[in-house]
């Protein structure tokens, strides 16, 4: 199998993916010492903040979205008819775009963090490892959308991405247990 750009200079995936690899090691690290310390019972009301965090984030990327493709088809780097469609007259600057994909990115994956608060708060069954586990999720998103819209260099974008994944499926884990076996 041939790479995807044959013209593409070499470059190694232990050099590609090494800084990634260590993002998701620190977050898998920190999630770990989180988990093993004393907990305590906290006021589930203490999850509203991280909910109220990922909304704010997630109107924010929405208004940057609107903006972006206002200001792009005011100065003509891309048309109507482009909106429209999503086919013609495709625009050749992907940075146009990246807002609109980064704000349906946080339509998925995010929307468990909101279910998972939710169940916490209607059964009251929320410690302080959840709390901080619950900020660790949207700080890691708040990066993930950063550098989705900034620069889009994969492998960071998908460290950032995994390592709130992997914090999340904490938290789901947790509940789950607690909820369970008390």
Known sequence: MSPINANAPATSLTRIYTAPVIIVCLAIAWIFWIVTQEHYTTRSESLIAPMAAL??????????????????????????????????????????????????????????????????????????????????????RCLHAIIYMAVNWVPYRFATWAASCIALGVIWFRYVVQVSFG
């Open 55 to 140: 909304f704010a984030l997630t109107a924010l990327v929405w208004f940057v979205m609107v903006t972006v493709r206002n200001v792009a088809v005011i100065r003509g780097y891309a048309s109507v008819s482009y909106y429209a469609d999503f086919k013609s007259n495709i625009p050749t600057d992907d940075r146009l775009e990246r807002p609109a994909r980064t704000f349906n990115n946080l339509m998925q994956v995010p929307s468990l963090l909101y279910v998972i608060c939710i169940l916490m708060l209607i059964a009251k069954e929320t410690d302080n490892a959840q709390i901080i586990l619950a900020w660790t999720f949207v700080i890691l």
